[in-house]
């Protein structure tokens, strides 16, 4: 482990440009899924084009993905804005499902009411269904960020530097301890982002909270 | 005044919702849609503040047609209490009254003070304001439903099964103090229940609908009762009727027989003398309010709160026959027990004196 100390800083800068590359997407992935979960969720018709749609994309292989986006995007190869495109779609893939899952399972009591009260459409999304929405998608968002971090380390392979690095760097050198704080620093970083969105959700949802006379 | 003028709801698969409704809900009463599941009393109710518009036909509000008003304005002047009170699970109990408030954008402490005066008028503690819905039982996520209706004091209220999800005692103790609430703001309700006992107790005027969104009757309680309109009304307003009719012959001073009384602390001798030769002697307090029965025989020493038998009901003299009659069965003594409207003993009754008078009245 005297390698791992010797680099602490090396190891800190992958750590970091790991921790953007993987949460950057996951925002906007989220920004993106919303629109179209709840659009699956309001037209029966397009539930299962664009939920079975979006989630095929899963499926693309990264590696593949991270080269077909600068023919698509017109950027160089090494190009961090390729992984943040490319886990931006995952992300979409992993969570229009959820959003109009957790849409769904708004009380359709608690619309009626809304509507009842003059609340209009835009309004009651925002103020009513997203709120009541929210535990539903944090549970599917924890999924997306711990599949960012497994996939960021992909493009280490194009030469983007991130935890991934340590993973090539190791293997060319025929070195292990490389490898091995790879995978503890990969394994720290998913645990910080499940952390971190589950706090988050239970702020954001004090009304699940056992007991919680504020 | 709400008025449906021959009103239709078709869906685009061809069901008849509605067909050909036309009723008044008279300003400031309780008009009740009753009937079995489908009769469209739900739909009739959401047409009132066009959370679903009419195929053909129109609903006025004081003389408005409702669909020449723009929906979100119009539903903010209507209150609207559901099933379970749809409260928003994610608002405290002061938030979820708050919302129509914070909509007509009335200032912090306009907001403060109503919810606060609100909670007090429907009968929830103040520190129940920061709990969440889920916190509170079915009785009391009922009472914020309402509250929450009531909130920017609309002059007309729908209720769509309001009291079904609670329990029976509890539902009667709601249905109690919303007759209470309506006396005190004599608001335009149009009310809609499956429970036709619920719409007898509530109404002051029903409407009975079959299947299909037709009005079978449109009458007063007591008129349902004993004048059903056809074999579907006389069905579902059910077998003892006449039974539930009486409740309805109030305001008959029914003759009572003085009652010998004693106190609590009296003692055997006491008890004995002023019974002679009864086997039940009625215990008051000293203001002369029934307090229960004594039996006689069982009696051993002084009498004693231990020593009572509090099984009857008290009739209230000028009150509803049917309240007198059970006040006599559920007596111990078989003797009903009719008080003032203060609560102090006028006399006693037999369930026979009752029947008399019913029978006296015409049909």
């Known amino acids: 482990m005297t390698w791992a100390l010797n680099h602490v800083e090396d190891i800190g800068g992958l750590l970091a440009s790991h921790a953007v590359l993987a949460a950057v997407p996951l925002l906007i992935g989220l920004l993106l899924a919303i629109p179209v979960g709840w659009l699956a969720h309001q037209q029966h018709w397009l539930r299962t084009p664009l939920v079975v749609g979006t989630g095929l994309l899963y499926t693309i292989p990264s590696l593949a993905m991270f080269i077909v986006m600068p023919l698509v995007l017109g950027t160089g190869i090494l190009d961090p804005l390729n992984v943040v495109v490319a886990l931006s779609i995952y992300t979409v893939a992993l969570l229009v499902r959820t959003v109009a899952d957790g849409l769904d399972a708004v009380p359709a009591q608690a619309l009626d009411a809304a509507t009842a009260m003059g609340i209009g459409t835009p309004r009651r999304f925002f103020t009513v269904e997203l709120p009541l929405a929210v535990p539903v998608i944090a549970a599917g968002l924890r999924v997306a960020a711990v599949s960012n971090v497994s996939i960021v380390s992909v493009a280490a392979l194009l030469g983007i530097p991130q935890l991934g690095s340590l993973f090539t760097d190791g293997f060319q050198r025929n070195f292990i301890d490389p490898i091995v704080v790879g995978i503890i620093a990969c394994l720290i970083l998913a645990l910080v982002f499940d952390s971190l969105i589950g706090l988050f959700s239970r702020w954001l949802t004090p009304w699940l909270r056992p007991g919680s006379a504020t | ?363």
């Open chain 2, 1 to 363: 005044m709400i008025r449906f003028t021959d009103v239709t709801k078709t869906y685009p698969n061809g069901t008849q919702a509605i067909n050909g409704l036309s009723l008044t809900a008279p300003t400031g009463r309780i008009t009740v849609l009753v009937g079995p599941s489908g009769c469209g009393k739900t739909t009739s109710l959401r047409m009132i503040n066009r959370m679903i518009e009419p195929s053909t036909g129109t609903v006025q509000i004081d003389g408005r047609d409702v669909a020449e008003l723009g929906a979100a304005q119009l539903r903010r002047g209507i209150g609207y209490v559901i099933q379970s009170g749809g409260l928003f699970p994610h608002r405290t109990v002061a938030d979820n009254i708050a919302t129509v408030p914070r909509l007509l954008g009335w200032s912090r402490q306009q907001i403060a003070s109503r919810t606060a005066e609100l909670m007090e008028r429907v009968g929830l503690d103040h520190h129940l304001a920061r709990r969440y819905p889920n916190q509170l039982s079915g009785g009391q996520q009922q009472r914020v439903g309402v509250a929450r209706a009531l909130a920017a004091d609309p002059p007309v209220m729908l209720m769509d099964e309001p009291f079904s999800a609670v329990d029976p005692i509890v539902r009667e103790q709601l249905q109690d103090e919303f007759l209470r609430l309506q006396s005190e703001l004599g608001k335009t309700i149009v009310f809609v229940t499956h429970d036709i006992d619920e719409a007898i107790k509530l109404a002051d005027q029903v409407a009975v609908m079959r299947v299909g969104g037709t009005v079978a009757q449109f009458d007063t309680p007591a008129g349902l009762l004993r004048h059903p309109a056809d074999a579907f009304v006389a069905d579902f307003v059910g077998r003892d009727r006449g039974f539930r009719a009486l409740g309805f012959d109030s305001g008959i001073t029914i003759r009572t027989t003085p009652e010998p009384t004693i106190e609590v602390g009296a003692s055997l001798e006491q008890a004995r003398a002023v019974a002679g030769s009864a086997a039940w002697l009625l215990v008051v307090d000293s203001d002369q309010h029934p307090l229960g029965w004594l039996e006689m025989a069982e009696l051993s020493g002084a009498v004693q709160d231990a020593d009572l038998r509090l099984g009857g009901t008290l009739a209230v003299q000028g009150g509803s026959l049917r309240a007198a009659l059970d006040a006599a069965l559920s007596a111990p003594s078989k003797r009903g027990v009719v008080v003032d409207v203060d609560g102090q003993l006028v006399g006693t009754v037999s369930a026979q004196q009752v029947l008399a008078e019913a029978e006296r009245l015409p049909r």
